[in-house]
């Protein structure tokens, strides 16, 4: 089974902060996303990557940016962080596309609040 | 713009009441329709692939089907386990847009 594993399920840091999300996957996948979640608006995604240091804005970049030194790792880095970041935070992978277009696995989340 | 659309966004359920969740889309060259489930506090779980018009998935009593427009879940004889936030995404491009979900709550 493939396993993606978010270090943290709870984090609280204050407004201002660098803040750190990490996410590494077991299955060898090359293609790695971050998506924020919040009620009413569904997930929308941040960041991915398609190989090592490699990166693509999603629908809502802004605040944050990504770093993939290795294949298994995709780490999302809020700046600065704000208030209105507070959200819950899933990391997915899926295996190189080809021809067919291949699921997406998530990780459990990190719930972030941002006092 | 692509957009992906769920309803209803809750359903509450007798057990053995069988219902369907849809999922509508409005989409220039759509590259595959996924549906998950995700419990509170998890991550979503992968339940089908659907990549054309007509293609039929199932799994105990979930079966997923597509359409040009939709994709329907039709639940037979929930149980209260398959209580979940059910969502479906699309690939349009190079990544995933989500609906928001539908809620499902089966009571025994």
């Known amino acids: 089974d493939v396993k993606v594993t978010q270090s943290s399920r709870y984090l609280v840091k204050r407004t201002g902060e660098k803040v750190f999300l990490e996410c590494v996957q077991d299955?060898?996948?090359?293609?790695m996303f971050w998506y924020r979640q919040d009620p009413g608006l569904g997930l929308r995604l941040i960041y991915f990557?398609?190989?090592?240091?490699?990166?693509e804005k999603g629908d809502i970049p802004e605040g944050y940016s990504v770093s993939r030194e290795k294949k298994e790792r995709f780490s999302l880095i809020l700046e600065s962080a704000s208030t209105n970041q507070t959200s819950m935070y899933l990391c997915?992978?899926?295996?190189?596309?080809?021809?067919?277009?291949?699921?997406?696995?998530f990780g459990d989340g990190t719930r972030l609040s941002i006092l | 713009e692509d957009q992906v659309t769920q309803s209803p966004e809750a359903l509450r359920l007798q057990e053995g009441e069988s219902s369907s969740l849809n999922c509508s889309y409005t989409v220039s060259g759509l590259r595959g329709l996924f549906w998950y489930r995700q419990d509170p506090g998890k991550g979503p779980e992968f339940l089908f692939t659907?990549?054309?018009a007509g293609e039929e998935k199932e799994k105990e009593r979930l079966k997923a089907t597509l359409t040009k427009k939709e994709s329907f879940l039709h639940i037979t004889a929930p149980k209260p386990e398959d209580s979940a936030t059910y969502l479906c995404?699309?690939?349009?491009?190079?990544?995933?847009?989500f609906g928001s979900g539908t809620r499902l709550q089966v009571q025994p």
């Open positions: 990557s398609y190989d090592v240091k490699m990166k």
């Open positions: 299955m060898d996948h090359e293609n």
């Open positions: 659907l990549y054309s």
């Open positions: 997915a992978s899926s295996p190189r596309q080809g021809s067919i277009n291949q699921p997406q696995h």
């Open positions: 995404a699309v690939q349009f491009r190079r990544a995933l847009t």
